[in-house]
T-cell receptor, first 114, second 115 residues
Framework: AQSVTQLGSHVSVSEGALVLLRCNYSSSVPPYLFWYVQYPNQGLQLLLKYTSAATLVKGINGFEAEFKKSETSFHLTKPSAHMSDAAEYFCAVSSNTGGFKTIFGAGTRLFVKA | DSGVTQTPKHLITATGQRVTLRCSPRSGDLSVYWYQQSLDQGLQFLIQYYNGEERAKGNILERFSAQQFPDLHSELNLSSLELGDSALYFC??????????????FGPGTRLTVL
């Protein structure tokens, strides 16, 4: 079985500050991990994905995430927050076994203060 | 704009009724996925179709059904609606059939309100 835990339902940062959104996963098989962003009244957009290649994954809009197997983590970071980064972020896990389902975390809402 | 279209944008109906949500995937995409997003359950995968065939099933209730047509558009049918079915329903599409590696493109969603 797979699961995803996002630590912190709300995160608030100042403009220009580091963004760190935490995601821990549980998987009995090699996981594939994703970060999605959802802006108000819109669908989800893929930020980046880990598919067993490089452990440091770079995505769109300056975001990156590092897969750490020993910590079962896939935290999302961005060096300098912009006001436009304010949105909800979802971590997700999938695999090529076990019914091919994608499991999403509960989401973290990012607030960016001017 | 992801290229995935969903109709209608909003739907208001009563308990016990039946509704159909429609999704048109991006040009060239063979997979269609349906998701439900609600305040209490979060974002849940419901079902995936690939080239007309059911590929994977998630937490889809027996009152719900879906199909993908030869032109690759998909419909999600929700019947005997309950108040708890009120949610945002998203459709996504991808080129291939693997949720693990294929990039999914999400539509804007259909907001269903059951009164």
């Amino acid at each position: 079985a797979q699961s995803v835990t996002q630590l912190g339902s709300h995160v608030s940062v100042s403009e220009g500050a580091l963004v760190l959104l935490r995601c821990n996963y549980s998987s009995s098989v090699p996981p594939y991990l994703f970060w999605y962003v959802q802006y108000p009244n819109q669908g989800l957009q893929l930020l980046l994905k880990y598919t067993s290649a490089a452990t440091l994954v770079k995505g769109i809009n300056g975001f990156e995430a590092e897969f750490k197997k020993s910590e079962t983590s896939f935290h999302l970071t961005k060096p300098s927050a912009h006001m436009s980064d304010a949105a909800e972020y979802f971590c997700a896990v999938s695999s090529n076994t076990g019914g091919f389902k994608t499991i999403f975390g509960a989401g973290t809402r990012l607030f960016v203060k001017a | 704009d992801s290229g995935v279209t969903q109709t209608p944008k909003h739907l208001i109906t009563a308990t016990g009724q039946r509704v159909t949500l429609r999704c048109s995937p991006r040009s060239g995409d063979l997979s269609v996925y349906w998701y439900q997003q609600s305040l209490d359950q979060g974002l849940q995968f419901l079902i995936q179709y690939y080239n007309g065939e059911e590929r994977a099933k998630g937490n889809i209730l027996e009152r719900f059904s879906a199909q993908q047509f030869p032109d690759l558009h998909s419909e999600l049918n929700l019947s005997s609606l309950e108040l708890g079915d009120s949610a945002l329903y998203f459709c996504a599409s991808s080129r291939g059939q693997l949720q693990s590696t294929d990039t999914q493109y999400f539509g804007p969603g259909t907001r269903l309100t059951v009164l």
